[in-house]
Structure formats: C-alpha cells, structure tokens
C-alpha cells in the first residue's frame, strides 16, 4: 500500500463559524483571519494505492458551480485535483474507488462534472465506484433546512443515476474494523448524520482522515466544535472519546482542512488532548 495526499484546491471561510462559541482573540492564535473575517481552508484528499484498487478519499468542490458560488468562498492558490493527480502519476480515469466521508459540497463537489456539451452532469470518474452509506443518504437527499445550503443535486444524484453509488455496510456498530475498502471507518454523527472516517494502517502507523470531525489543527481542543455542526453537543461526546482513542493507539492524524499542515500527533496534557508534533507527509513517510 502506498498513501499519497492531494491537493484538490484552497478556499477560505468564516472563522466564526469555523469555531463556534469560542472567541476570535483565541482561534486566531492558530488559525489568522484576514480583514474579512476568513480563515484559509484546504481541501486535501487522500489517495490509497492497494493493489489494483486505486482509492480517492473525498474530491473537493470541484469546478461546476457558478462564479457567483466561487465567489462567497474565496477560491486561492494553484493547486487542482487533476495537476496534483498527474504529479505523483496519475490520472483520475486511474481511479478505481471514490469514498466520500460525507456529501456537503466541499468533499464530494468533483466527484460529479459537467457533461461534454455542458447540458447536464455526469460523474467525473468514469471508472470509479462511489461510496457513501445508506443512511447518509437518506439524509443528503431528504435534507434539513440547516443543512440544505451545503448539500446539491447536482453533485448526488448524477452518481445514483450512472449505476457507480454504492454503501458501505456499517452493521450496527460506530466502528467497521474493515469496510469494503480494506480500511476502518469511524462513524460520527455529530456534524452531519453517519460522517465516515477512514482508520488506514500504513507502515506500522493507523493514520485518520479526520475530515470535520478536526477539521483543522486548531480544532485540536475539545470545545472547538464547528458552528457548522448540526448536533454541536454530540460531537463533543465523538470528540472526546476520539481523542482519547487517537493519544493512547499514537493515531497520525491527516487533516483535510487545514491549509498549512497535513499531519499531526497528539499528547495528553492536563488540559486534555493536544498537539504534539506537526508533519508534513514527505518528512513522515519517505
């Protein structure tokens, strides 16, 4: 097996909302806001080379939304899926597998494309199985009012209509030791219904994709937790235990969303789990 991070592209949002309760002259110590109020934000996805499985783990917004859209998030820097595909060999026809730990626009928005002629969608990796899982679903598809800015037609149902969706099977634990995959996914439902995160053991390490559940360094701290998040209370209950979980088995943590740093180890302190060592994915694995 063989990990490789990829860059998708950077955005920015709203700090306040990327931090919840806690003050602006705290997050800022971690996570600066410009004059506007925003935070850098990356979208890092993942790829798994296992055998001839070819896993992409979350896609990014993608490029199909209007310039209006693109505009409320402050698209930055060069990076996009297919030049960071192509840099380490690839190329997204390569791709066997999607797996998307949730369906909220910014993690699965390139999984779905314009067609040819621009008149409708289709998915943008035409060799690849979609994964979610049945109840989220239900959930993005029949969505709440809270959360319905974040989840869109047009990147679902093009996936369903093509044949390649298919769920992952969760039993009735909140843990799957093995999924379909060949990896363990945690499910968390403190920030939106059945959010999956993969548990990948890599050269003697488990490395987490911690998608929202931390979606940034700064949200390291147990009280950190997202205005975003549609049950704040239950996912410092999934946080606490996590982190718990991630000092004791000495988990490196893979964040999706923080623009500055990829990976990280935790310690625990008086104060609860904290950052111990920050790394890049070149210094940790090669």
């Known amino acids: 097996m063989t990990l490789y991070p990829v860059e998708t592209g950077n955005f920015k949002l ?11 002259t705290i997050w800022t110590k971690t996570n600066p806001a410009d004059s506007n109020n925003l935070i850098d934000m990356a979208a890092r996805s993942l790829l798994i080379e296992d055998g001839d499985k070819l896993i992409l783990v979350d896609t990014g917004l ?7 859209f693109f505009g409320y998030y402050y698209l930055w820097g060069d ?8 840099k380490i060999g690839f190329h997204r026809d390569d791709i066997t597998d999607v797996f998307m730990t949730h369906l909220h ?18 998915p943008a990796f035409k060799n690849a199985r979609f994964w979610t899982n ?3 679903w239900a959930w993005a598809t029949k969505p709440n009012a809270r959360e319905k800015a974040s989840f ?10 093509s044949g390649q969706l298919r769920f992952i099977e969760r039993g009735t634990s909140n843990y799957v030791a093995e999924s379909e995959l060949g990896f363990g996914i945690l499910f968390a439902d403190g920030h939106t219904e059945k959010q999956m995160l993969p548990h990948i053991k890599y050269q003697g390490k488990t ?6 559940l931390l979606p940034t360094v700064g949200h390291i701290p147990l009280p950190y937790v997202m205005g975003y998040d549609t049950r704040p209370l239950l996912t410092l209950t999934e946080k606490s235990v ?19 740093n990829e990976l990280c180890t935790l310690k625990a302190t008086e104060k609860g789990a904290r950052l111990d060592q920050l790394f890049s994915f070149e210094e940790l694995f090669t």
């Open 14 to 24: 709203d700090g306040g909302a990327m931090f919840g309760v806690v003050p602006k």
């Open 62 to 68: 993608g490029n199909k939304q209007s310039e209006k």
């Open 79 to 86: 990076h996009n899926l297919d030049d960071s595909l192509k």
């Open 105 to 122: 626009f910014d993690h699965c928005g390139g999984s779905i494309q314009w067609n040819k002629d621009r008149t409708g969608y289709e």
């Open 134 to 136: 049945a109840e989220h």
């Open 152 to 161: 869109f037609k047009e990147n679902l149902y093009p996936m369903q209509e």
């Open 207 to 212: 490395i987490v994709f911690t998608a929202d």
């Open 242 to 260: 996590f982190l718990e979980k991630a000092v004791e088995e000495q988990y490196i943590l893979f964040f999706e969303h923080d623009a500055h």
